[in-house]
């Protein structure tokens, strides 16, 4: 795959060259950026971008699983169709079809309750705390270090949650060095305003995904509310509209190839960061080994279900899920490859080493970060071991299920803030709930199935990989496991939830003195896996411990560089900044960063997912595109590329641009871009974002609600 | 559709503005078009191009199915990979694969000689006989001025073939307007020099056919040789290298994006100047029907080979032959309506109309144009009689020979110049073969259920529509058509091949009087075909008596808007003009006019079609491209694309730069160019050529022939 990168033209080469437009900052570091950010087309202050709690980044809110923006004084927030899916499809019913028709409130009162569980998160606190996580830790080692962070944690997050609707939690930067309690405002009463038909929101669905050009209106427009003490508060017809402490403001414009975009969002979590070692074993042995294994699983679910189309119905969630995490897993393979990304980190790293060889605290930081290094090969020992026993909970059904109950009956009796993460008193109801989907999900014959395929590989370890109570349960060899697994499934009542729902509810007495053969599994596997876990949080620990000295080295060599270094992400608020960029996607094909409703036209087949509604073609039809069209070409923009740096989680993230208005909000990936969780390769990381122009187009010529155009400030033209 | 077309961006909406480079000229027109060349960019004189028998026009040949050019004055040729391929073929053989593994000749003596049926004609006369070829016609009508053009055509082509390796034919130009004597030498020894892997020459295959960017070296190199005495001659080694009049000149540089080019060639045919109604009928009846009838015959091959894989086998080719026809008119279909081809021809002839109704000579011509268009309408009214019964016998195996056998028994018995084309003494030798072929491609029960597929749609034609020798044969309903089938095919002797055999060596005396209920039923058809031919020979003669009224408008109404027309392709030379470009195939997709070898290896998979040899991978990786790389962006060119004007026969066709030399091969169009042969939309029609610093680059260093390079003029680096 080398000769791939060697053989670029000289465009591409070029592209490689170029000052790459990586980097999910921090708000406190873009004072430090200030000469790249004004390099880059910024007009604004970038001291004015450093407090995430402050204007204008505190209207970036967490909302659903991604990022949505406060864009009114009355609480009007814009976020993805796909972010807002649940609402919308909450507020569904067979004579109202709002997923179909999508859904513009006719007033204030015509707001529509979203589901209960919606949430929407005001960042009000991001507080430097590494000296008190660290505090107890000190002299510590391996999992007594990791248990002593998790229990400052705790304390912390105690201390910080005293009033009602404050969520609080730890965010650790730079893998162990820094600590930071963020504190949030969580708001319970979340309502619909507009959403567009799902042909339009979520035009080209599947086929689409991960596609650029693109062509999907996907945004929503929701309104938040609190009680009339102006605190959070459930949905009741008394609340009144949340006054943001900032809002964003719609440009009235738009952008075009080459402009500059900065975005604000927060990303889940990336992995830039992590030794040559590790990129190796992701490359090497962790994608392909994952996607072997899943396919595996795959196999068995679509053979069955062949068999019995009754168990295809009940797996076919399951399936669906094993599909896209083979899906993903080849792509981030696929693109870490393209990338050549073992050899480049490898390199890198190597060239950090012998650099740090040469400075003065070299020789301080070089045994940590050769522990790390070992801790590190050290896993390769226990890895395939570790991921075949992880799967026998996350992808069965009736086994897990007697797993959680099994390990409940160890936790019960602890007090609460002892307790493992998981099964502390908050996560009952979510177990309560788990066990009684596993009766729409689970067939025997299916489950066996499963296990047979994960545990016959596990069988082929060596005895050092292997553990004695996972060999008691399922035996030795092929047959010894055929044998078990019919026993332990010909005898266990736990698939009936009348027992299930006894055994939860009388655990620990009950599930502990069980002599149900999957009890009594589980109860012969605890030991292993509780075992798993203390190691686990031994390296972890260790790592913990010892990484920051890693990434010391690694912040000083950039430094000499010339670089600054992020934080991987960690689901706290990260900026990033770039510019609307073509892709040169292959050889002679170029895609250009912005599209236009032609390509809706393009690709509309009249069936779905290429069934853009009639209201919409025959708007496009008519061509009243004045004051939204691309001013250069006369084109109605629909959506539009950037180089920004995402992940997971940026879904819904407000782009915006020199002066720092809105005018996108971001939706998806290209496929070329899967394995950036891991390398941000610039001839190919790109970003596909919703440009507003459209969004404001619909709302005034398609589908119109010249009162919302009124409260954003955009009024119909 | 027309939503298309009005919803283009701007850019879009520029290139349908601008200019077309449309034209199939033919030489004697390039004069008159001097001023349109100088502003392309052509830096030559147009007078140069005049005359197709002198230089440089009179080295571009006919050969094989397609286009060469001499290139060195030893009678060396250059043509498509594909052009070539049956020679290559040919000369493979199981120890010497060239294939697989392409051919350099060592030496003269080393050059392999072409199969025997391969021909080169080089074009050395081109004279308008208009006056001959009308003059016993005027003052006739229908079937009667068919015949005498007919006739006259004869006498001229016995005429002229007086000499030995002479071949003549008569061109028609303009529907009936003017008429040419082409006369041609023809070679018989063709030789070959260079051809390269088929892996480098077909690189991508079925896969990237019609497709770009491309990345195959579609060229072949050849010899052509004549006898000692310098006249064509077939095979014999004491044959010397033909020294052709003139020969291209290959360029040491290439072109870029925008840079003028233009091509010479023999395009097939093309149906640009067909009336208004006759566009209609292609894209709301011809097309649609042709693939919903072969669609149904496709199922009817697919389903009985599910059940009989023998008959599967032998109906593999006809199967291929179908989709691919499938493919061809669905194309042409997408394409035209793409273009809004019916609406934009209407538009156009009405106003042609308009205009003639405000000239002089506007009375005159008006009659005769009516006529056209009333004839065109009566077509209507047999069309998908026509079609049906044609299929009889081209869908057929045993049908089709039965039909042969008994339409030979009438022709056997009149002298041969008044013998119907296709059943002519020349003519018998390959209905033998034909007949001989039945064996390995026939199965009775596949062709019943195909006749079944044809006539049950047949049946349900109104009566006038139908012919009552059909009905006699098949029936009026479903069961007796059936019926009919099963006695017919059950009573049959034809399916043997000796009988096959001994009746058409006896016919018409054994055929005419058989009772195989085969042959009976042929019999049966026979004055129904015969009167459909008749049919249309009346039908054609009067429209090319008429149609050059339509054309003399149309030349007119194009003169007043400033532009010249050329005749509809016919397979004589032609040269068209235009230049580098890219092309916008969906929105916001650009593709690049020149690929480079970058794409070889990112194409490539290592299995076939994408399997690039190792010798071009590893030269690709040395990357010694000096000389050859483009200089502007210092990558290694492979294929180019322009908006040439091109069809089916125009592969291999030279394509020339500003100066006259040869910068590359035509070998292909893309997908959104098959509607070409009826219209050219500037947004959509280019043509695909293999530049020719990839052959030199692939001459030198890869499998390299320095004497090969030194007689082409262009010496290794």
Chains 1, 2 share one sequence.
């Not at 090969?377 to 009736?398: F, M, N, Y």
């Not at 430094?559 to 992400?569: L, N, T």
């Not at 002066?659 to 891991?678: I, M, Q, R």
Request: glycine share 8%; charged share 25%.
């Amino acid at each position: 795959m080398r000769i791939h990168s060697m053989m670029l033209g000289a465009a591409m080469a070029l592209a490689l060259d170029a000052k790459a437009d990586e980097g999910m900052w921090l708000p406190s570091q873009l004072p430090g950026l200030a000469k790249n950010l004004k390099e880059a087309g910024f007009r604004g202050d970038p001291k004015d971008l450093a407090d995430l709690t402050r204007a204008p980044l505190n209207a970036v809110v967490r909302i659903g699983g991604g990022t949505g923006s406060f864009v009114s004084a009355d609480g009007l927030v814009v976020t993805n169709h796909h972010v807002a899916f649940g609402v919308i499809q909450y507020n569904s019913r067979p004579d109202r079809d709002l997923i179909a028709n999508g859904y513009v409130a006719a007033d204030r009162a015509g707001e529509l309750p979203a589901n209960p569980d919606y949430r929407l998160r005001v960042t009000v606190g991001f507080d430097k705390v590494t000296d008190r996580i660290l505090a107890a830790a000190r002299g510590k080692t391996g999992k007594a270090y990791y248990d002593a962070l998790d229990a400052a944690s705790k304390v912390l997050v105690a201390e910080c949650e005293t009033e009602a609707g404050i969520r609080c939690s730890v965010a650790n930067m730079f893998y162990g060095r820094d600590f930071y309690l963020v504190k949030q405002l969580e708001l319970r009463d979340l309502r619909l305003v507009y959403a567009p038909p799902r042909a339009i929101g979520n035009y080209g669905d599947e086929v689409d995904n991960f596609v650029w050009p693109r062509h999907a209106g996907d945004f929503t427009i929701l309104r938040a509310y609190v009680g009339p003490d102006g605190k959070p508060a459930d949905y009741s017809p008394d609340n009144k509209p949340y006054h943001p402490p900032s809002h964003l403001k719609l440009a009235t414009g738009g952008v075009t190839e080459g402009d500059f975009v900065m975005l604000a969002g927060y990303p889940g979590i990336t992995y830039r960061h992590r030794t040559a070692a590790e990129f190796a074993d992701q490359v090497e042995w962790r994608l392909p080994t994952a996607v072997e294994v899943l396919k595996a699983l795959q196999d068995v679910i679509e053979a069955k279900g062949k068999d019995d189309k009754e168990a295809g119905i009940r797996y076919a969630s399951q399936l669906q899920s094993l599909k896209n995490g083979i899906k993903r897993f080849s792509g981030e393979l696929e693109g870490l490859r393209r990338s050549d990304a073992v050899a480049v980190r490898r390199d890198d790293e190597a060239a950090m080493l012998a650099w740090l060889a040469t400075q003065p605290d070299g020789k301080t930081l070089r045994p940590a970060i050769d522990q790390v290094l070992a801790l590190i090969a050290q896993g390769k020992d226990v890895r395939e071991r570790d991921l075949l026993v992880g799967l026998l909970s996350s992808q069965t059904q009736l086994m897990k299920g007697a797993l959680a109950v099994d390990r409940l009956s160890v936790e019960r009796p602890k007090a609460d803030a002892e307790r493992e993460t998981g099964y502390q008193e908050r996560d009952e109801e979510l177990i309560r709930s788990q066990l009684k989907q596993i009766q729409r999900r689970y067939d025997p014959a299916v489950e066996k199935a499963l296990i047979a395929s994960m545990m016959l590989r596990y069988q082929k370890l060596p005895d050092a990989g292997r553990l004695p109570e996972v060999d008691k349960v399922f035996g030795r060899s092929p047959a010894e496991l055929a044998k078990a697994l019919d026993r332990i499934y010909a005898g266990t009542k736990f698939g009936d939830e009348a027992e299930r729902t006894r055994l939860f509810d009388a655990a620990p007495a009950e599930a502990a003195a069980s002599k149900d053969p999957l009890l009594v599994a589980a109860r012969t596997l605890r030991p292993a896996l509780l075992r798993i876990e203390d190691e686990r949080k031994a390296r972890e620990g260790d790592l913990l411990r010892l990484r920051p000295s890693y990434m010391q080295a690694l912040i000083a060599y950039r430094e000499k560089q010339g670089k600054a270094v992020y934080p991987d992400a960690n689901a706290t608020l990260r900026v990033s900044y770039g510019k609307v960029t073509p892709l040169m996607a292959r050889d002679a094909v170029t895609y250009a960063p912005l599209t236009t409703v032609a390509g809706i036209v393009e690709k509309n087949t009249g069936m779905a997912p290429f069934d853009a509604p009639k209201p919409l073609l025959d708007a496009i039809h008519k061509g009243d595109f004045a004051g939204y069209a691309d001013p250069k070409t006369g084109a109605m923009p629909v959506d539009f590329l950037s180089n920004l740096d995402t992940t997971g989680g940026n879904s819904g993230s407000p782009v915006l641009d020199a002066k720092g208005e809105l005018v996108g909000l971001n939706f998806d990936s290209n496929w070329e871009a899967v394995s950036a969780s891991w390398m941000y390769d610039p001839r190919y990381k790109r970003a596909i974002h919703v440009d507003m122009r459209y969004m404001r187009w619909l709302v005034d010529k398609v589908y119109p609600s010249p009162a919302l155009l009124r409260e954003l400030g955009v009024p119909s033209k």
